[in-house]
């Protein structure tokens, strides 16, 4: 069932916690909300799921309107980070309570409650586990109990609150793989809320970028990753240099670095700034062709290997600013750089942004 939030807005006093987000989410679509905290995520997934009431705006779901629907007729599948399992009950008790409390007209009967438990329990792989307690379960498996019960009341779509957030990082990683090849088989419209870019990049279809109560950019992982809609998406995602300086006639004169910047052609004595990815900046001794000598000055401050790339601080001289590079290691123990050693770097993939 498609998921679709129309012009919604939210204000905490004076605080406008959501300004005017719209979004559309296909069924069988995973989305990542992913953000800075207190950029209106949990919000945004609170009134989706009805656990919240927006100021304004609507929210659709399979195209009709839901926005005054009780939270409970939603049919909303809803895992928190810290939602708990409820400790005095059994695995299996856990996943049944959503069955178990529904009005008698609607209750499945016990045989029918016991054989979906166990479906449900062999769908995120725990069926052994079906008569231990939570206290006796890992962090990681609680989760999958946690999601298992929310699924058992058959949620038309699945919204899930940093579901995986006090985890270590590798039963994380586990769990995100899981996740999406749960979601596949499932069929749904996913939400997912995280602050942490590689699960959002890794998991989902679709990434909504939000900042201050707004989405700021909405795309494939790929999208988003290669071409940031705004500074701030190039400054969330990833490590980035910016070179801030004269937006003039089409050039950028920042820092010491001079900048083509066609787009811009007309601006006039205006500011701009330039974003510039560490993987994006050729290092090299001496200019080897006329494109080379375009590379300014800078001195090799620091060296540290991380993976399979060799992370490079640069020291600009003339404005005492550090610069960051990286460079694939075979490329650098190729080059041979020493520490101290002078250096021309070369912007080779570069987005400018005017000043508003
Ligand atoms: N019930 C409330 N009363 C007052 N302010 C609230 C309330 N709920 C949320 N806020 C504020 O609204 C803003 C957005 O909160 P929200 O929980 O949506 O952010 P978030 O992006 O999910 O953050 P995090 O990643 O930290 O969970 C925050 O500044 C928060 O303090």
Not at 22 to 44: N, Q, R, Y
Not at 115 to 136: G, H, N
Request: glycine content about 8%; overall charge neutral.
């Amino acid at each position: 069932m498609s998921i679709e939030v129309k012009n919604l807005s939210r204000r905490f006093g004076n605080f406008q916690a959501l300004d005017n987000v719209s979004l559309h989410i296909d069924t069988g679509e995973l989305v990542a909300l992913l953000g800075p905290s207190g950029c209106g995520k949990t919000t945004l997934l609170r009134i989706i799921a009805g656990l919240e009431t927006a100021d304004s705006g609507s929210v659709l779901f399979a195209g009709e309107d839901a926005t005054g629907v009780h939270v409970r007729k939603r049919q909303v599948g809803f895992v928190f980070q810290h939602y708990a399992l409820f400790r005095h009950m059994t695995v299996l008790e856990n996943v049944a309570f959503g069955l178990r409390v529904r009005p008698r007209s609607q209750r499945p009967s016990e045989q029918r409650i016991r054989d979906k438990v166990q479906e449900l329990l062999q769908l995120v792989q725990l069926d052994w586990l079906a008569d231990r307690y939570p206290s006796q379960l890992s962090g990681g498996q609680r989760q999958r109990i946690a999601l298992a019960r929310a699924l058992a009341v058959e949620p038309r779509v699945l919204l899930l609150d940093e579901p995986f957030g006090a985890l270590d990082a590798k039963v994380r990683k586990e769990l995100r793989r899981w996740l999406r090849r749960l979601h596949d088989e499932l069929n749904v419209a996913s939400v997912f809320v995280t602050h942490d870019q590689e699960e959002a990049l890794e998991v989902s279809d679709r990434v909504v970028l939000m900042n201050a109560g707004r989405i700021e950019q909405v795309g494939t992982p790929r999208e988003v990753w290669e071409s940031p809609a705004t500074p701030f998406v190039y400054g969330f995602l990833g490590d980035v240099n910016q070179f801030t300086g004269d937006l003039d006639n089409g050039v950028l004169h920042a820092d010491g670095i001079t900048l083509p910047a066609p787009e811009y052609r007309s601006l006039r004595e205006a500011r701009g700034t330039a974003y510039v990815r560490p993987y994006d900046i050729d290092v090299f001794r001496k200019p080897v062709s006329s494109e080379d000598a375009q590379g300014f000055p800078v001195r090799l401050s620091h060296v540290y290997m991380a993976g399979a790339s060799a992370h490079l601080e640069l020291l600009q001289e003339e404005t005492g600013r550090i610069i960051e590079a990286q460079l694939p290691e075979e490329q650098f123990r190729q080059l041979a750089l020493k520490d101290g050693e002078h250096l021309l770097a070369r912007p080779r993939r570069v987005q400018i942004f005017a000043s508003q």
